[in-house]
């Protein structure tokens, strides 16, 4: 068992005192604390007597020790207290948030920032090296930082928004009011959830082509959490509507061993084939995304079923292949 520092020990020993129902013996506190019964004595001390816990202590070799029953649910420690395994999750979380998406986060996460690596460093005595945890953000688009700030306001407020949108597939601009329901952030972009008024209709939208968002207002209607989930969830990827069929893809014993581990869909069903193979089932609604990430396999990916969706890929290959055949 690793040994404890002072700091740690109060931790703990606080936390097994605040879960407890019942008096807990001194020899369990030695053995949770990885320490002396007269260092567990001085902890308990120090507890009592200079942070103001309200312990309750008996005596002689079957000692145990509690917080008072009435006052156990109301005392916490003063301050913040965080365990090193808390504060290296709290430090790789800071550097996820910060560097993920550094546009649109960084400038407002700045001031609490600068608080949490100034209590890092104060509680481990030296400056940490934040350049250990390294986030590579993958495919991420520009975002504009007064366009994410009023859609998530809006989000969070309940008003409506109006806004003009130009559709990456169509490349047309159009005027769309919504009432938004949440913001969703997918592979390294985000995009606004939305009941569109003038389809009548639940619609993703990617931020970054969102075009001069503003607020209404007039309140926005809230559309029930499993409507939400069935339409904008149940598909794969972002691409949102009720899924219209399962796909089957196969992958060879190779690709088996990554992708046996990752996961696709919330409703994905996967099982290792007698051969080696791997076959993986996840339902769809628009088969682009599905196919693009099933041709990153290359050779190592054939998709089964459905027949259209089989097609499809065939055609996609074909295309591919086109563009390096020679005259």
Known sequence: MPVLDRYERILTLHRTLK????PVPLKRLQDDLGCSRATVYRDIAFLRDALGAPIESGEGEEAAVRYAVDEAERFELPGLW??????AALLALNELLVRSDPGVLAGALAP????IERLL???RGRALPVERIRVLASGSRRLDQGVFRTVAGAVLTRHRLKFRYR???TDEQTERTVSPQRLAHYRDNWYLDAWDHRRDA??????????AP???DEPAIDREAGELDAHLASSYGIFSGAPKAWATIRFSPHAARWVADEHWHSQQQGQRLADGRYE??????????LLMDVLKYGPDAEVVAPVPLREEMKIMLKLALGAYQTA
């Open 280 to 289: 993986l089932k996840v339902p769809y609604s628009n088969s682009r995304e």
């Open 167 to 169: 559709a990456r597939s």
């Open 214 to 216: 503003q607020a209404l």
């Open 121 to 123: 460093s104060d509680q």
């Open 112 to 115: 609490f920032r600068a608080r």
């Open 19 to 22: 879960s407890a129902r019942l």
């Open 202 to 211: 639940l619609r993703s939208f990617a931020l970054d082509r969102i075009i």
């Open 82 to 87: 965080l365990t090193s395994d808390e504060l």
